[in-house]
């Protein structure tokens, strides 16, 4: 376990392989082990790192919001003396990757999102929901309806690996804190990027599921929209998380997007 310690907070990483650097930025209630098999296999070509997200994983913070990821990621490559580097992310991971390559063009060399809501709006109701104090605090306060959420929300986000899924977030669950579980899923709730793609200059890659019945798929329509040079591929047979439901094409396009000139 690896960490280095900011102004904002401690952060947690993993790092694996030799190379060019990758950064990779996982989802709401996730942590980096969403990365595992990705991190392994991009490992063989080039240095890659998965995040702790603040109020995830083993990294804490004290505000957990869209924006203050992007100064994470931000003084994650400073601390490190990555000069700049592709961003890779799932999910709220993607948000914060493109947001970052809106304001910090400079340090971004490609950016992928994957699931990833462009507009708040594309999220699942129950995401939404979760967004509010109040509804947090509820679920923060039954733990039995807390687990029911989890348990319908991993089945949601990847049928074919959804037990697995919802095991892994239980497990997690006990170092996530209702301010940081509510605060984080209500400014993604709020946030809309559409006015700002246009500021996305970096080869762009947006691969969505078919199923994914916690980001609604048409936002790869809206990526490409807003970013025309972007690439979108929709997996026809992938819900939330391709890392689980299609790994190896997950990997071989991601490959194939950071190796290409």
């Not at 301010?179 to 559409?194: A, E, N, P």
């Not at 970096?202 to 040079?229: C, E, M, R, S």
Request: hydrophobic share 40%.
């Amino acid at each position: 376990m690896t960490s280095l310690v900011t102004d904002q907070g401690i952060i947690h990483y993993e790092a694996y392989g030799r190379g060019r650097p990758v950064i990779l930025l996982h989802g709401w209630m996730e942590s980096w082990s969403v990365w595992r098999q990705t991190i392994e296999a991009l490992g063989k070509e080039f240095r890659t790192y998965a995040l702790d997200f603040w109020g995830f994983g083993e990294s804490v913070g004290t505000s957990y919001t869209v924006d203050t990821y992007v100064e994470m990621v931000n003084q994650f490559l400073d601390r490190l003396g990555i000069i700049k580097a592709p961003l890779i992310g799932h999910s709220m991971g993607g948000t914060v990757s493109l947001s970052t390559a809106m304001r910090y063009p400079e340090k971004v060399v490609k950016v992928a999102v994957i699931g990833s809501p462009i507009h708040g709006s594309s999220l699942n109701i129950l995401l939404k929901l979760s967004g509010m104090p109040a509804i947090a605090a509820l679920l923060f306060r039954m733990p039995p309806l807390l687990s029911f959420f989890t348990f319908v929300g991993g089945y949601l986000t990847t049928p074919r690996a959804g037990y697995q899924f919802y095991r892994q977030v239980r497990a997690e669950m006990t170092q996530v804190s209702m301010h940081s579980f509510f605060q984080s899923i209500g400014t993604l709730r709020r946030t809309d990027l559409r006015p700002h793609l246009n500021k996305v200059r970096p080869p762009t890659l947006g691969i969505y599921g078919k199923w994914d019945f916690i980001v609604h798929p048409n936002q790869a329509k809206v990526l490409q929209k807003g970013v025309p040079h972007a690439k979108t591929l929709v997996y026809p047979d992938a819900g939330h998380l391709p890392m689980m439901d299609t790994p190896d094409r997950l990997i071989r396009d991601i490959r194939e997007f950071l190796l290409a000139k």
